[in-house]
């Protein structure tokens, strides 16, 4: 997401919990939308820095919300190799306080 400037706009950002297993799958997606709800747009960062534990469901849930995942632990790290999509893994972003 860029500005005119070119520089990255600034986005709202979510603290992702701790544990992201199968049964915080729904929890997460509602976490996610209602992020979106208050900040008025599609995307909002995922502030994955202190995640210690994410399942396969959540992965999935984060892949497809479409958000970038920020500042991944690595545990986040190791899932997202896992699975073949660090791609998907971002570097910080400048984030709305």
């Known amino acids: 997401m860029e500005g005119e400037s070119g520089a990255a706009s600034p986005l709202a950002c979510v603290i992702l919990p701790e544990r992201l297993d199968s049964a915080a799958a729904e929890a997460l997606k ?3 939308a209602q992020a979106r709800d208050q900040a008025g747009t599609e995307t909002v960062a995922l502030d ?11 992965l999935q849930v984060l892949l ?8 991944p632990s690595e545990k986040i790290r ?20």
């Open 30 to 32: 509602a976490l996610i």
């Open 78 to 97: 190791e899932a997202f190799a896992l699975f073949g999509v660090s791609a998907f893994l971002q570097e910080p972003l400048p984030l709305l306080q």
């Open 64 to 71: 497809a919300s479409g958000c970038p995942v920020v500042a």
């Open 48 to 58: 994955a820095s202190g995640v210690g534990y994410v399942g396969g469901l959540c």
